[in-house]
């Protein structure tokens, strides 16, 4: 959990480029799209789009954008069709990845997917290869300085959190996919600043990864983060903070 954590800084940090070139907008859209294409565009009934909602207001995307991709979803407007898709595979170092990806095309995602793994040190799993070393979770971040730990740990749990664990200048929580919103709120309502609630693949143990096999791992993690049919990738590696920041 801890690499990947870093690994989401790095990410955050490339936002206002991928911003830019529109490749973050896009993901976010898609995901509102198919969110309410299972669930439907009730987001209070709808855990999936309120959560794509929120990431999306995160990032200030225009609230036009938000209510077409609803409506595409929804059918009210007409739109692509797309499916929601999880490669399982392995990365440099046998880091375990879950790749989520919604697309148009799966044939060419998979493809897609396929060759950045072929060029950047991985390979595709089979079914069920790497999804055993993970968990379905809901996560969110808040900021750690200022905060006291066993204040938010009595806060997070009050509202329904499994669990609260420092890492760097964060505290993630970590809940049941269920009550993701909830225990969101309820931090919300004590005056705590959340960020990055989102469903993800939590890995139940860690692969540490050093040298060049780290340096690897990065550029693997930035190719497949590149594709416009990616939404998430999940990782199972620890790697020291020095060392990816310089890789």
Do not use: C
């Not at 995307?61 to 898709?85: A, F, H, S």
């Not at 983060?225 to 590696?237: G, P, R, S, T």
């Amino acid at each position: 959990m801890a690499g990947h954590s870093k690994w989401k800084n790095i990410r955050n940090a490339k936002a206002a480029t991928d911003k830019k070139r529109g490749v973050l907008f896009t993901r976010l859209v898609r995901e509102i799209t198919m969110a309410a294409k299972l669930g439907g565009g009730d987001p209070d009934g709808n855990p999936r789009l309120r959560t794509a909602i929120d990431n999306a207001k995160a990032v200030s995307l225009p609230k036009e954008n938000i209510e077409r991709g609803i409506k595409k979803g929804t059918g009210e407007l007409e739109g692509v069709d797309y499916v929601d898709v999880l490669y399982e595979a392995y990365g440099p170092g046998g880091v375990a990845l879950m790749i989520q990806a919604v697309s148009d095309n799966p044939t060419r995602t998979v493809a897609d997917v396929r060759l950045k793994l072929s060029r950047n040190g991985g390979n595709m799993g089979s079914s069920n290869s790497v999804a055993y070393m993970f968990d379905r979770k809901g996560t969110m971040s808040v900021t750690a300085a200022g905060v006291n730990e066993d204040t938010i740990m009595e806060a997070a749990l009050e509202a329904g959190a499994e669990d609260v664990v420092q890492e760097d200048d964060v505290f993630v929580i970590t809940t049941d996919p269920g009550s993701l919103h909830a225990v969101k709120e309820g931090l919300e309502a004590k005056k705590y600043k959340v960020s990055e609630a989102e469903l993800g693949w939590v890995a139940k143990s860690t692969v540490r990864v050093e040298g060049t096999a780290a340096e690897q791992l990065l550029k693997l993690l930035d190719a497949l983060e590149e594709l416009d049919d990616v939404q998430k990738v999940d990782a199972n590696f620890e790697m020291d903070a020095d060392a990816m920041a310089e890789a």
